[in-house]
């Protein structure tokens, strides 16, 4: 059998792998900008302040009582409301990335339609809730 | 020639593997030692951001290099290693674990889809019981911390210690990988799942069809992964590859690129609640993210020019200096 001939990848997967790369590389170009500016003109949590705690072994609750002046860690998407700050940009890129798989999971289920198969478009389906819900932050860990 | 039970150039690999470990320990205690000393001042050790940023760039860059080149992902390496010889806390190095993981397995899912060397079937099928289960393990990882304070971070270190040198085990002696194992008698359960795929294979310059087997037994499999990913944050090509190819039989090349594809999923689960906890900040993920991305690339690249032989027995060393690390600082908070 020649090359020509060889079977075609199937559509779902296609359709998946490259809207997750195209989303990740888009999510570390934004993360990259926000870190860079983020370490120049600094952001909500204090860099100097973060990197002594990190070193220090501190837990999340202090690092961002101290060093962002909260009373308590935020929870959900918490930079959608501050993207006047540089982490909070870089936080953005990261999630981005993070949705990467979601929004490809989404895509795969338009291939699997096309390719009638609909045993296994249940199961993307089942998979892409959950991940739409993680990322939705329904479920979610409490402090 | 030999000394004794082992050949001699196994002698040798048994030395470096033992000198490794005392040096990464060294490493630790130097780290403990200038934050110790560093006292009521800040304790960055002298680091700027911008210095943080690429020592941790450069430290990633070369994770992702020895990864590549030992078979084995990024996070799997990064977690235990940052885990046992860095001061920073366990959630927060879990969290960006999972996070650079999560990375790798995007960028190289890409390539494996088009090339249809990843079944998708199989990924929707192991898919659904490892992403539940990866985001039940975070959610555990979450509730251990919030509920058990110092007893369960011990916990957390002690077992991912076993874990990890489980894993060192398993590379030495997991038995020999069969590239295109014979499948026979597939069960009803699997042969109803239609797994059997073919992918056109550039060695042979010919089109391989394969079945697998197994499935109800894959299932299981993955949900015990699944738990292990999403607590300890790491990724978990290093048990889904043995249970494609030994436990299923998939070629081990699907398993390889379907394992790595899976992990993209089921830490993008994972990695949700983590983000929402505020367990990652960009100052510490971005550098490790971007550094296993180009160390990952680097190493594809080197991968086909030299033998990547003696750096599994550096990865084992890794993973046993970590391992025994995380276990004595486990064992430590307990007592």
């Known amino acids: 059998m020649k090359k020509d001939e060889a079977p075609k990848p199937p559509l779902a997967g296609v359709i998946y792998g490259e809207i997750a790369y195209w989303l990740l590389l888009a999510g570390m170009l934004v993360a990259v900008c926000g870190s860079a500016i983020y370490i120049h003109s600094g952001g909500i949590i204090n860099a100097t302040c973060l990197l002594d705690h990190l070193w220090q072994g501190a837990d999340i609750n202090t690092i961002w009582a101290e060093c962002a002046g909260v009373t308590e860690v935020p929870h959900g998407h918490w930079y959608f409301g501050a993207l006047h700050q540089a982490d909070a940009v870089a936080m953005l890129g990261i999630a981005i990335g993070s949705t990467a798989a979601v929004v490809g999971m989404w895509g795969a289920l338009i291939g699997l339609i096309r390719s009638r198969e609909k045993f296994y478009f249940v199961f993307a389906i089942i998979i892409a809730i959950i991940l739409t819900l993680s990322a939705l932050g329904i479920i979610t860990i409490a402090h | ?335």
Not at chain 2, 320 to 329: N, Q
């Open chain 2, 1 to 335: 020639m030999t000394l004794g039970l082992l050949p001699k150039a196994r002698w040798f690999k048994l030395l470096a593997v033992i000198i490794l470990v005392m040096m990464l320990f060294s490493f630790s205690t130097g780290i403990a030692y200038a934050a110790e000393q560093a006292g009521s001042e800040p304790a960055t050790m002298g680091m700027s951001p911008i210095v943080f940023f690429f020592v941790f760039l450069g430290i990633s860059i070369v994770i992702g290099i020895i990864a590549v080149l030992g078979g084995v992902g990024g996070g799997v390496i990064f977690t235990p290693l940052m885990m046992g010889f860095t001061p920073i806390d366990s959630f927060i190095i879990r969290a960006t674990g999972l996070f650079v993981a999560m990375c790798g397995s995007l960028v190289a899912a890409r390539p494996f889809l088009r090339r249809g060397l990843a079944n998708v079937k199989i990924l929707f099928f192991a898919g659904l019981p490892y992403a539940v289960f990866a985001v039940l393990g975070a959610l555990l990882a979450g509730y251990v911390k919030t509920t058990m304070g110092e007893g369960g971070e011990a916990m957390i270190r002690l077992g991912l210690g076993i874990l990890v040198i489980g894993i060192a085990f398993l590379i030495i002696f997991g038995g020999k990988k069969v590239e295109y194992p014979d499948v026979r008698n597939v069960d009803s359960f699997t042969e109803r799942l239609a797994l059997s795929m073919s992918y056109w294979e550039e060695s042979m310059g010919k089109v391989v069809s394969y079945k697998v087997k197994r499935a109800p037994i894959g299932i299981l499999a993955f949900c015990g992964v699944g738990l292990i990913s999403g607590l300890f944050g790491v990724g978990a090509g290093w048990a889904m590859v043995p249970v494609f190819n030994l436990v299923m039989l998939a070629p081990l090349k699907v398993a390889a690129a379907s394992s790595k594809v899976l992990i993209g999923i089921g830490d993008t689960a994972a990695i949700w609640p983590y983000i929402m906890g505020g367990g990652i900040f960009p100052l510490f993920a971005v550098p490790c993210m971007v550094g296993l991305v180009i160390g990952t690339m680097i190493g594809a690249k080197i991968m086909l020019k030299i033998k990547a032989g003696f750096v599994r027995w550096l990865i084992v060393a890794v993973m046993f200096g970590s391992g025994t690390k995380l276990v004595l600082d486990g064992i430590a908070r307990l007592t």
